[in-house]
């Protein structure tokens, strides 16, 4: 990995050499270019790795459009193209090797080369070794050339699963059970060839996310997770949170977030600094219709987005937005909302205590947004809780809007005084948040390029009623926060490209997104995290990383999907996806493939000659896999 802070939307991915004797390590990759998923040859001399040279990041979410290029290990030198479209090379022997790309029929398809006998020649061509019907990629070689291991995504399966193919035969075998409710990636063959590894997440027997209840909050995944920062920040460190749009309660006893958004659940949760229990204090899925309007049920919805206020001293609220997806059309009905906690309640738990019988944290919620007024979300208060700051769609076009805050002494509520706009334009302004000195608004918007997914951070100097016009700092870059002191800010943004094929990892809507830090002028920007996997929606507040408790680390039923456009079954998706795939749809099968009877919670023992032995192979006149 290397620093490209001056080049946006190149991949910080490069492949090093590390002498075991010596420690030393030396980059191959060149400075313009960036390298994936490198592959040694059985003789070390060479590395195969999948390349996109020069190009750059351009928003491949499914593709990476890489090429294989082959290097000396040694020191990257006679570094030269093998062929053009390629992707995830492994080596059988020093002159043949495999690797994946998406077939012109659009099915994911494993291919075989061979070196030429002087490095000089061309490739002459690839031999695509898997037929359409079901997609196959990540190959992992053995090195006897007698079989391959691969992950498959057959029709009707939600899951991938890893699969042997003899090559002599061209016959499939099964190595990990479809019946499992997860899948499981990235095959890797040991180097005598006897055993195969791969990748998936743990489970358990009996979990769901129903379980997920007050008696089984602390299983599943880490609550919280330290993470290493790409650059030394002495004050500062990285925890992940298992959910979305985290943030720090006044005291900074708890942190409220939503769950994740592919969990299904439609919650507001907390808990503490340490991640050793979570507890949910509003479940939209309870509320059935919204008290103050006509406009139908807001437990319809999910709740995206957490802040908090400071109502009185034993009432604290979390402001949130609920209805249809906010990110939907400008007309889809989305309201802020006001949830009311008991803040005495809320700090006996962070600290430990239990509480008893009819102690609880959530009161009750109001709806402060009023009919017809469309699409509002991204609520953020202000320091002293007078007014809030949210995007709303009333007028046509998502614009900033402050709301005046007023207190219903008689019922101990929050009322909306009064609505007056902020920004004005045809264009979107959203993902707003109040600094925690008052003084200024931070919010993205494509007011650049309206109607396009081009965002910019931009920032509003306010005082009072008054405020200056809008200054841009960055470029494609969305979810600003800002730092405690008001002096910076957190942004979650693209520049980094992607780290890895996206054919690899798990499904997530925005695989380049990492997190960075910018002072307020856009001049002064690092980057922190670097992962594969998508990173976004920062909170700041004070955590001791070392004091995270390991609870939350039992197995869980594996909360990772598979990449939706490898099916085709949303029309988010449709972008990626091969026409023919889109136009012909596979009815499911009679057979259950992913059903959850059967759970796989440790990997399999058989050895491949077992496997390929003792196991029928894969006929696809008898699999509930075979394309109808």
Not at 305 to 323: H, P, R, V
Not at 442 to 469: C, K, M, Q, W
Request: aromatic share 10%.
């Amino acid at each position: 990995m290397r620093n490209r802070l001056s080049s946006i939307g190149r991949s910080w991915t490069a492949v090093y050499s590390r002498n075991v004797s010596t420690g030393e390590t030396r980059i191959l990759t060149p400075e313009d270019a960036a390298d994936f998923s490198p592959a040694v040859s059985p003789s070390g001399e060479w590395v195969i790795v999948a390349s996109d040279q020069c190009r750059g990041f351009h928003g491949e979410l499914c593709n990476l459009n890489s090429d294989l290029y082959i290097l000396k290990a040694a020191d990257g030198s006679n570094r030269r193209l093998l062929l053009k479209d390629g992707g995830w090379p492994s080596w059988a022997s020093d002159s043949r090797f495999f690797f994946h790309r998406r077939a012109d029929d659009g099915w994911w398809s494993i291919y075989e080369a061979h070196l030429p006998q002087h490095s000089a020649d061309p490739i002459l061509g690839a031999k695509r070794i898997t037929k359409g019907g079901f997609h196959a990629f990540t190959p992992a070689a053995s090195r006897t050339g007698e079989w391959l291991a691969a992950a498959t995504r057959r029709p009707g399966s939600k899951h991938r699963h890893i699969e042997i193919l003899n090559l002599t035969s061209g016959e499939w075998y099964e190595l990990t059970k479809p019946s499992v409710n997860a899948s499981h990636y990235n095959p890797f063959v040991s180097p005598d060839s006897a055993q195969v590894g791969y990748h998936r997440c743990r489970c358990a027997e009996n979990a769901s996310f129903e379980d997920w209840s007050r008696d089984a909050r602390d299983e599943g995944a880490h609550n919280l997770e330290r993470l290493k920062s790409v650059v030394g920040l002495p004050k500062i460190s990285l925890v992940r949170i298992d959910g979305d749009f985290p943030s720090f309660s006044p005291d900074g006893s708890v942190i409220a977030f939503n769950s994740d958004l592919n969990s299904g659940r439609k919650d507001v949760s907390i808990m503490p600094l340490d991640g050793s229990w979570r507890e949910e204090v509003f479940n939209a899925s309870k509320f059935v219709k919204n008290p103050h309007s006509s406009e139908g049920c807001l437990h319809l919805g999910k709740p995206f987005g957490t802040a908090w206020s400071i109502m009185e001293e034993d009432k604290w609220i979390l402001y949130s937005s609920i209805g249809e997806n906010i990110f939907m059309t400008m007309d889809a009905t989305v309201h802020v909302i006001a949830i009311y906690c008991n803040a005495t309640n809320l700090k006996k738990k962070a600290a430990g205590k239990k509480l008893k019988p009819g102690e609880e944290i959530y009161i009750n919620y109001d709806v402060l947004t009023l009919p017809n007024t469309k699409n509002n979300a991204f609520p953020s208060p202000s320091p002293d809780g007078k007014k809030l700051v949210f995007r709303s769609s009333r007028s046509g076009y998502s614009n900033l809007y402050i709301m005046e805050i007023g207190m219903d002494a008689v019922n101990k509520k929050v009322v909306n005084k009064n609505v007056y706009q902020l920004t004005n334009g045809s264009w979107t302004d959203t993902m707003c948040t109040w600094s925690p000195d008052g003084k200024w608004i931070a919010f993205t918007s494509n007011r650049d390029n309206p109607g396009s997914l081009s965002f910019a951070i931009y920032v509003i100097r306010f005082n009072g009623s008054e405020h200056e016009p809008a200054k841009k700092v960055l470029d494609d870059a969305v979810h600003p926060q800002f730092s405690p002191d008001s002096q910076s800010l957190l942004f979650t943004t693209n520049y980094g490209g992607l780290s890895a094929e996206p054919i690899s990892t798990p499904n997530q809507f925005q695989p380049y997104g990492e997190i960075y830090l910018s002072d307020l002028t856009g001049q002064q920007v690092q980057r922190l995290t670097f992962s594969p996997y998508e990173t976004g929606v920062a909170a700041w507040g004070k955590l001791r990383a070392e004091n995270l408790s390991s609870a939350g680390e039992a197995d869980n039923n594996c909360k990772f999907s598979d990449s939706m456009w490898l099916e085709g079954g949303t029309k988010e998706a449709e972008f990626c996806l091969p026409s023919k795939i889109l136009e012909k749809r596979h009815p499911k099968s009679n057979c259950t493939t992913d059903g959850p009877e059967e759970q796989e919670c440790q990997a399999r023992t058989l050895t491949i000659q077992q496997v390929l032995s003792e196991s029928q192979p894969l006929k696809e006149k008898q699999s509930c896999w075979a394309q109808q």
